[in-house]
Antibody
Framework: EVQLVESGGGLVQPGGSLRLSCAAS????????MSWVRQAPGKGLEWVAN????????YYVDSVKGRFTISRDNAKNSLILQMNSLRAEDTAVYYC????????WGQGTMVTVSS | DIQMTQSPSSLSASVGDRVTITCRAS??????LAWFQQKPGKAPKSLIY???NLHSGVPSKFSGSGSGTDFTLTISSLQPEDFATYYC?????????FGGGTKVEIK
């Protein structure tokens, strides 16, 4: 079964850091672009970042550039989002998503930035 | 950035109705258009890619059409499990962007 499982969410103070992980299974992870998409409470979907198959290309939405870093470990079938200098507006459910066309989604992990 | 505008933002429909949702891009996106369904408290589910191609396992009551800047998602006969929020998304250029969503409610 194709599956993406996120972890690492939680409550963090403004200015703090958090590292999200996504464990992939059921498909050849190294063959796919991977993305992070977030959804603030009661709001729509927002693409955050993505990374190509070997990690040599990375793209970010402007609001997280310089603060978030996407990476992957193909040997461990793992996608990472390192989030620094967190702000209240980063509060959201963060989804790990397969491919450019977003065909498979994880269940999401909640990140709350609050003092 | 490419802006994606969905209409309507919400609609009320009855079981058995034919429903059409529109998505307009602020510039041409070469049919790099996807549709997603999201139910409350759940992750989005992919329905359509490339404007008109159904993902594996998606029932044929869903269809997508359009080209250039104007696209539609049609549900041919609305069933109780179809009441949800639907999003379009362009993947032609960065930043990848979503429409604001269309909430389909029971009349």
């Amino acid at each position: 079964e194709v599956q993406l499982v996120e972890s690492g969410g939680g409550l963090v103070q403004p200015g703090g850091s958090l590292r999200l992980s996504c464990a992939a299974s059921g498909f050849i992870f190294s063959n796919y672009w991977m993305s992070w998409v977030r959804q603030a409470p009661g709001k729509g979907l927002e693409w955050v970042a993505n990374i190509n198959q070997d990690g040599s290309e990375k793209y970010y939405v402007d609001s997280v550039k310089g603060r978030f870093t996407i990476s992957r470990d193909n040997a461990k079938n793992s996608l990472i989002l390192q989030m620094n200098s967190l702000r209240a507006e980063d509060t959201a459910v963060y989804y790990c998503v397969r491919g450019i066309g977003f065909d498979i989604w994880g269940q999401g992990t909640m990140v709350t930035v609050s003092s | 950035d490419i802006q994606m505008t969905q209409s309507p933002s919400s609609l009320s429909a009855s079981v058995g109705d034919r429903v059409t949702i529109t998505c307009r891009a602020s510039q041409a996106i070469n049919n790099y258009l996807a549709w997603f369904q999201q139910k409350p408290g759940k992750a989005p589910k992919s329905l359509i890619y490339g404007a008109s191609n159904l993902h594996s396992g998606v029932p044929s009551k869903f269809s997508g059409s359009g080209s250039g800047t104007d696209f539609t998602l049609t549900i041919s006969s609305l069933q109780p499990e179809d009441f949800a929020t639907y999003y379009c998304q362009q993947y032609n250029s960065y930043p990848l962007t979503f429409g604001g969503g269309t909430k389909v409610e029971i009349k």
